[in-house]
């Protein structure tokens, strides 16, 4: 029970809370393309526990690097926005 609870926390704590983002006249699919492009571009390499996996796990997490993250998104015209209208959370680091 100990050893779950500790794994949810460090998951928690491994994630970015879900940032709704907005702009103006795009779409949710524009939103979505925008998200898939920026996870490739902000990634960082394979989360430790992939990384000394033996054999190579199948199911390796990639890194995602939050700050690179939200300037990608920031930079492709998607800003942070309280009342937002896109959102999809992402597993993110720093």
Known sequence: MRIL????????????????REKQG???????QARDACMGESTT?????????????????????CPMYDA???GRGFQRAANGRFYAPI???D
Do not use: V
Request: charged share 15%; hydrophobic share 40%.
């Open 5 to 20: 609870l500790a794994c949810l926390l460090l998951a928690a704590c491994a994630s970015e809370p879900p940032t709704p």
């Open 26 to 32: 795009a779409t949710e699919d524009e939103f979505m």
């Open 45 to 65: 390499g394979y989360t430790d526990a992939a990384m000394n996996s033996y054999p190579a796990s199948s199911t390796a997490q990639r890194a995602i690097s």
């Open 72 to 74: 990608c998104m920031t």
């Open 91 to 93: 597993l993110c680091r």
